[in-house]
């Protein structure tokens, strides 16, 4: 915290890098600086600012520690020593105002900002809600129509927008001079200046407004008990006397921030800010042009992610037939993104002059990213990296899109496997965030790093991964579809499994995936492994013959009406005792606790917290309930690793035998 005197203004600068989070040290600067202003002689009003960001908001960690809502509390204590200023203060807002920080920037009497700045509230997509005054200053400021859409979207707003709303007074290149102006103009002006708190929300309609907008957010069952709560809060606004609303939303505040949902959602923020750490001493190079080689689904859908991205691509294909059917497919997908207004026609036209697609892979050579996405298969994917080594600049990085062979048996197609990596990409790759990044025994920090830059620039996920089969979320995520397999013989159809895993919160069942995928898919990689396991009989058997799901029409499921059937012909015999949905859903969950163990102990993931993030992101696990790790830890340990040993001995399965780091719990 700096303190400046400007003549007869105080200038307050929070310098806590990088986007000075408001925790309790800070928290303690501040309510220091500003009773301190209260009482020094000649100062006319004070300015707060913040170096080089205004502020990002709370430290999320504190509200874990406890710390969140301790004093001195920005809910009450700061904004409220703000408000019981005699002099006026002023936000000078560079660079962002979020949360906590719009919160603080709010209890000042105005607010300037520079152009580039954005200013947001964006609590309820963390699983919760502002807490500080938010839900009644904002409509103060700016009506309640424009403060509820802030509120329940969470989006952030640039400067001009503010300015156009009245959050701001004034867009300035240098904030801080244009507030120490500001505040000077207020001081010596013969009205005194209002606060936000002194202010009635004149706004007759509010409360029918707010009542319908409730009533639709409580019908949509994919509505956040923050989004609501929220809503409530905001009704207090309009209802009730200023301090009545602000102590009715920092009740509703401290109930929420200590709700197992809001505490998955802080952990779901930071795990994913964690992801992807880039490795130490190497600097990514920039990538400024890519190549695609494979025109498939998963080509196309990377060559879209890259031309967001605003990166030149060119995509490869083997046959004139391949490429044109590419481009004509992927030239519709961009129309189709302008017809539902994601996209402007000249953002559409602009990617698309910045892409070709051509046969042979010689139209690579100049590219500074190669990633290739052909046949999952080990002989043509080494021959496609032996004739890349060959054409590429010595400089591009050589990625693979692969999802199950080993990365290394690639590289060593080269005569340069550190300049070779992993890019797991999950389909729809345009679309879904999560890309395993896979660090190959040889690959260099100096790729790893380079890659990683280029997930973080394609707005996507990265999660770092060593090689070994199926990588982190498939090896995990297939000792889940293979318990639910077992499961069939307690008598529990596809059927039941997979309504009992959906109302507890997965995204699609282990049987519906299946059938999207295709059995013959994995039946042809156990096939091609020669592993023989008799948990996946009847999924072999399916494939044998020719149920292969969606796309033919038949499989766990019957599709030939609108709505999937179960299979007519499917018979099961049980020869297990029958066990209860509770229990079907603990162990094809546990399952994948188990395995992200093992994976833990391999060295495969970097943490536990990667491990979320993928079965998250990759494979529908429900983010309200935080990732497997994060639910095995609400669980409890004792009683996660008592139901292991417990299956172990009842089922003879060996899988349930505790991983090293799991037998040490047991143990300690
Ligand atoms: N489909 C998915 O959900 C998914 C998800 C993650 C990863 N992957 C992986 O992505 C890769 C591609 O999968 P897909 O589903 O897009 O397959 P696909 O069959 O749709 O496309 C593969 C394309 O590669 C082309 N091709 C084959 N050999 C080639 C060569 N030597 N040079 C240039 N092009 C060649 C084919 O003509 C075809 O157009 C595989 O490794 C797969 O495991 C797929």
Same mark, same amino acid.
């Given at each position: ?20 989070? @408001? ?6 600067? @501040? ?82 900002? #520079? ?16 807490? =500080? ?20 979207? !969470?989006? =952030? ?60 957010? =409580? ?24 301090? =009545? /609303? ?29 992801? /992807? ?69 000249? +953002?559409?036209?602009? +990617? ?87 660090? !190959? ?56 499994? #997979? ?15 299946? #059938? ?119 669980? /409890? ?32």
């Amino acid at each position: 915290m700096r303190s400046e005197r400007i003549d007869d203004v105080l200038v307050l600068t929070l310098d806590g890098p990088p986007v000075n989070l @408001l925790g309790r040290p800070m928290r303690r600067a @501040l309510l220091r600086e500003i009773e301190n202003a209260a009482s020094q002689a000649g100062v006319v009003g004070i300015v707060l600012a913040g170096s080089p960001t205004f502020s990002a908001g709370a430290d999320l960690a504190e509200f874990d520690s406890g710390d969140g809502l301790a004093e001195p509390t920005l809910h009450l204590t700061i904004t409220g020593a703000l408000d019981a200023l005699a002099i006026p203060s002023v936000a000078a807002i560079s660079g962002a105002a979020l949360g906590g920080g719009l919160e603080l920037a709010l209890a000042c009497t105005a607010r300037v900002a #520079d152009p580039g700045a954005r200013l947001g509230l964006p609590e309820t997509t963390l699983g919760f809600m502002p807490g =500080a005054g938010g839900t009644q200053r904002l409509p103060r400021a700016i009506g309640i129509e424009a403060a509820l859409d802030l509120i329940v979207t !969470g989006r =952030a707003i640039d400067a001009a927008t503010a300015l156009e709303l009245g959050l701001v007074s004034e867009v300035s290149a240098d904030p801080v001079a244009a507030s120490v102006a500001l505040v000077r103009s207020l001081a010596s002006s013969a009205e005194p200046s209002t606060r936000l708190r002194d202010l009635v929300l004149d706004e007759p309609l509010a409360e029918p407004f707010i009542d319908s907008a409730r009533r639709a957010a =409580a019908r949509n069952p994919r509505t956040s008990a923050g989004v609501l709560a929220a809503l409530d809060a905001l009704r207090a606004a309009a209802t009730r006397p200023f301090d =009545a /609303g602000l102590a009715y939303e920092l009740e509703l505040f401290e109930r929420l921030a200590a709700s197992p949902p809001a505490r998955a959602a802080r952990y779901r923020f930071q795990s994913e800010r964690g992801a /992807g750490r880039t490795p130490l001493g190497a600097t990514p190079a920039v990538v400024d042009s890519a190549a695609v080689i494979g025109a498939g689904t998963m080509g196309r859908g990377i060559a879209l992610a890259l031309l967001a991205a605003g990166i030149p691509v060119v995509l490869i294909d083997t046959a004139d037939d391949r490429v044109e059917a590419a481009r004509d497919a992927l030239t519709a997908e961009l129309e189709r993104s302008v017809e539902r207004g994601r996209l402007s026609t000249a +953002q559409k036209d602009d +990617q698309l002059a910045r892409f070709r697609a051509e046969v042979g892979i010689e139209a690579a050579a100049d590219a500074a990213l190669i990633i290739e996405a052909v046949f999952e298969n080990l002989d043509v994917k080494r021959d496609v990296f032996r004739q890349l080594d060959a054409i590429a600049r010595p400089d591009a990085v050589l990625a693979s899109n692969t999802s199950s062979l080993d990365l290394d048996l690639i590289a060593a197609a080269t005569a340069t496997p550190e300049r070779v990596v992993g890019m797991h990409f999950f389909s729809p790759a345009n679309i879904m965030r999560l890309v395993e990044v896979v660090d !190959g025994t040889r690959t260099s920090e100096q790729t790893l790093a380079t890659t990683i830059g280029l997930v973080k620039r394609l707005r996507k996920l990265p999660v770092v991964a060593q090689v070994g089969p199926g990588f982190i979320g498939n090896r995990i995520f297939d000792q889940y579809i293979r318990q639910a397999n077992l499961l069939l013989r307690t008598g529990a159809g596809p059927e039941r499994i #997979d309504r009992a895993l959906e109302s507890w919160g997965m995204a699609m069942g282990p049987f519906r995936v299946l #059938d999207l995928v295709g059995n013959d898919i994995p039946a042809m990689a156990r096939a091609a492994a020669g592993t023989s396991d008799p948990a996946f009989a009847v999924a072999d058997d399916l494939a044998a013959r020719g149920w292969l799901g969606r796309k033919t029409g038949l499989g766990w499921y019957s599709y030939e009406g609108d709505v999937p059937v179960p299979n007519p012909g499917l018979q099961i015999e049980a020869s297990l005792p029958a066990v209860d949905d509770d229990e079907l859903v603990q162990r094809c969950v546990l399952a994948l606790v188990r395995e992200a163990a093992a994976v833990l102990d391999d060295g495969i993931a970097a943490s536990a917290a990667d491990i979320d993030t993928v079965l998250v992101h990759g494979y529908g696990f429900p983010a309200e309930r935080g990732g497997p790790w994060f639910f095995a830890e609400a669980t /409890g340990w004792d009683r996660v690793v008592r139901a292991m040993r417990r299956w172990h001995e009842t089922t003879g399965d060996e899988f349930w035998a505790l991983p090293p780091s799991l037998a040490e719990r047991d143990a300690a």
